[in-house]
């Protein structure tokens, strides 16, 4: 089954042709982040605007490269919730005018949902179930796996999500957006015990994190080394914070899969790209025998890739939308 796929939750306007959600015939991204970095951060109405001007040509370039038209396929996907209004309706909107025309069946896919799909795509071998988890610019979630389309949100972030608080910290070192990457680079070189840092704790769960409270103790190390006229070691804070936001995931990620009996473990979202939690995550699971699946670095961040491999499983599972399928700002991975 060939789903061609469309992905405009933030600001990459993707497109994609996955056959039977794991084999990937083409897959274009065209992203907005040189425009953004003029800002410092994603600005909600350029991405819209952006999206529009954009996707016929990356539909038509995802078609092309796979070497079929519209008649070849068996279905057309969306990313439908969540993300930037705008920036969905864009994709959304195109989607139901390409399934109206073509009369292709339409299918709603979750955007963290997809995130964790790209996982499918680069192991073939993974069935659910498995603990995920998934980390974003948006959301830090511990999701059960239990099933293709049927989702247990065990853990989440009670403030900011991780991707945020690197991209927030990173700018306050002067560095551009989105900073998550360059934080990460920059970490590799310094040391992780220059600065110290708290190791927040959610009392009422172990399995949800608190990030907020961690990024304004990196900021304030910032604004108070400076006030007295001196300068951030840049390559020490980067590395003491990356630590300090891995720690606390991976400590609460292994104690959901020990306690939930969970030996199968994932990662997906932009922050699974991180050098450090990739790292961290192998050696743990080496040594307690967990086995470790991560997706291939091209396929951490927004691509219409993951979203067809989702879309598959939600077919299979007979979740087809109408024209009237809306996009929305928030959904939980749950319900989606
Ligand atoms: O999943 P994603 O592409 O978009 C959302 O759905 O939000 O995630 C983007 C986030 C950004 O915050 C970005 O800085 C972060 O992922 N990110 C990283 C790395 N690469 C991307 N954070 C830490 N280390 C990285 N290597
Ligand atoms: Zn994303």
Not at 303 to 313: D, W
């Amino acid at each position: 089954m060939k789903i061609l796929s469309i992905e405009s939750s933030c600001d990459e306007t993707a497109a994609a042709v996955v056959e039977d959600g794991r084999s990937v015939l083409s897959s274009v991204v065209v992203s907005q982040v040189e425009e953004h970095k003029l800002y410092g951060g994603v600005v909600p109405e350029i991405a819209s605007r952006r999206h529009a001007e954009a996707i016929t040509g990356v539909v038509g370039e995802a078609l092309a490269q796979a070497d079929l038209n519209l008649n070849d396929l068996d279905a057309v996907a969306v990313t439908y919730a969540p993300g930037l209004i705008g920036a969905l309706l864009v994709g959304v909107n195109f989607a139901k005018g390409l399934s109206y025309g073509t009369g292709l069946p339409l299918i709603p896919v979750h955007h963290l949902r997809s995130h964790i799909a790209a996982n499918y795509i680069t192991n073939p071998e993974l069935k659910p179930p498995f603990l995920c988890l998934v980390v974003s610019g948006g959301h830090s979630h511990i999701v059960a796996v239990e099933d293709y389309t049927k989702m247990k949100i065990i853990g989440k972030t009670r403030d900011d999500a991780a991707g945020e608080v690197f991209d927030k910290v990173a700018r306050t070192l002067g560095m551009s957006y989105p900073g998550g990457i360059n934080l990460d680079k920059a970490a590799e070189n310094g040391n992780d015990k220059a600065y110290t840092l708290p190791h927040p704790k959610v009392s009422d769960s172990p399995y949800d994190f608190s990030f907020s409270g961690l990024k304004t103790a990196a900021i304030n190390i910032i604004h108070n080394v400076s006030q007295k006229g001196e300068q951030v070691i840049s390559e020490d804070l980067c590395a003491s914070f990356r630590k300090a936001v891995v720690d606390c995931l991976v400590d609460n990620f292994l104690k959901a899969a020990r306690d939930f009996g969970y030996s199968t473990i994932v990662i997906a979202g932009g922050v699974s790209a991180n050098s450090l939690l990739r790292r961290r995550l192998e050696a743990e699971c080496k040594k307690c025998g967990f086995s470790l699946y991560k997706p291939e670095l091209k396929l951490c961040g927004d691509n219409g890739a993951m979203v067809g491999a989702q879309a598959y499983y939600e077919y299979l599972d007979g979740n087809i939308a109408d024209l009237d399928l809306n996009a929305a700002a928030t959904m939980s991975i749950e319900n989606g």
